[in-house]
């Protein structure tokens, strides 16, 4: 034993095994700490807390990436139901995950003042949690970003980001409107489809919205992969953001005529007024000012959809009525 562990305490010793041994489970980390064991899936997750990153080693399935970036977690814990409540330098506030994934900030102020950098924690017998909160998240560059000069800063680059993204629809448009676009090719509708409600999963989830595809048989059209991706794309999440908790969103496909593919974006969200669906497509143009403040769109994304559809031949209508959901509707003409 005296080899593999060195027990300081001896009241400790009730907690070690007979024959102990250490062994590596896992490397690559910049500065490890704040480890949590699973016994549900014999699972550890820990807090790669200088290379800003939240890992996982499990028996079966090895290391994996929980959070990239971590904000730069580093003490965890798991509270009484078993979620992990963890200390977030970078975001300054103690955050925990939910049941369905999501992190929920706990706490980031006391008496009206941010915390510093939370750094380690534990979870009393009565669910009450105790942490520390040290300054170095905003001393030290590699552990946290820095205070109110990197809060400026990250502002600072979510506005560009937000810029850049409407300079590139812009273009798209533009580009659209000139019928500048891409040689055609064969598109199966299906697994754009499929690629999409994969990749839009944590968004549905994120809004507690459950979202659903209704496939068949595969559906083909001849068209620029990457703009039909982009068009789909804009009406689903333009249906989740609409979309109370609770709520459906579902996308299907079916065959018209023999001629033309059907793609469908149901919700049960708000509906859309009668007096807005006229301009529904218009470029800028927002039902609610709100909606769009919170989901930080542009007021570009029907129009893209709709110029999209333009230049391969095809239409978008829509269906709706207030408090009763709508449907997107996306009529391209088949392969032949």
């Known amino acids: 034993?005296?080899?593999?562990?060195?027990?300081?305490?001896?009241?400790?010793?009730?907690?070690?095994?007979?024959?102990?041994?250490?062994?590596?489970?896992?490397?690559?980390?910049?500065?490890?700490?704040?480890?949590?064991?699973?016994?549900?899936?014999?699972?550890?997750?820990?807090?790669?807390?200088h290379g800003n990153r939240l890992l996982r080693w499990g028996a079966k399935d090895g290391v994996t990436v929980v959070r990239d970036p971590s904000d730069y977690q580093s003490g965890n814990y798991r509270d009484l139901e078993g979620r992990l409540v963890s200390c977030s330098c970078g975001l300054r506030a103690i955050i925990r995950r939910e049941h369905d994934n999501r992190w929920q900030i706990l706490v980031d102020r006391y008496q009206g003042k941010r915390l510093n950098s939370p750094n380690d924690l534990v979870v009393k017998s009565d669910g009450t949690i105790w942490f520390t909160d040290p300054p170095y998240g905003l001393t030290q560059p590699n552990?946290?970003?820095?205070?109110?000069?990197?809060?400026?800063?990250?502002?600072?680059?979510?506005?560009?980001?937000?810029?850049?993204?409407?300079?590139?629809?812009?273009?798209?448009?533009?580009?659209?409107d000139r019928q500048q676009t891409k040689i055609f090719h064969p598109c199966c509708l299906n697994d754009l489809v499929d690629d999409l409600i994969e990749e839009l999963a944590f968004l549905a989830v994120e809004a507690k919205v459950k979202l659903v595809k209704q496939l068949q048989k595969k559906i083909y059209v001849f068209g620029n992969e990457q703009q039909l991706y982009r068009l789909i794309s804009n009406l689903i999440v333009n249906a989740?953001?609409?979309?109370?908790?609770?709520?459906?969103?579902?996308?299907?496909l079916e065959i018209s005529d023999r001629r033309y593919a059907l793609i469908h974006v149901q919700d049960t969200g708000v509906g859309i007024a009668k007096q807005h669906q006229n301009r529904i497509f218009d470029r800028f143009y927002r039902v609610s000012e709100d909606r769009s403040r919170t989901s930080g769109g542009s007021g570009l994304g029907l129009a893209i959809a709709q110029a999209i559809a333009n230049a391969h031949k095809g239409s978008i209508q829509l269906q709706s009525q207030p408090g009763c959901g709508s449907v997107f509707t996306v009529r391209l003409p088949l392969q032949r």
């Not at 980390?29 to 550890?44: Q, R, T």
């Open 240 to 252: 989740i953001q609409a979309t109370s908790p609770q709520g459906k969103v579902s996308v299907s």
């Open 1 to 49: 034993m005296a080899e593999a562990i060195e027990i300081y305490n001896e009241r400790m010793r009730t907690l070690i095994p007979p024959e102990p041994f250490v062994e590596k489970v896992a490397n690559g980390a910049v500065w490890s700490e704040g480890p949590v064991y699973f016994h549900e899936d014999d699972s550890v997750i820990w807090s790669d807390a």
């Open 143 to 176: 552990q946290g970003y820095g205070g109110q000069q990197a809060e400026i800063l990250q502002v600072l680059k979510r506005q560009n980001k937000k810029l850049s993204q409407l300079v590139a629809d812009l273009l798209l448009l533009a580009k659209l």
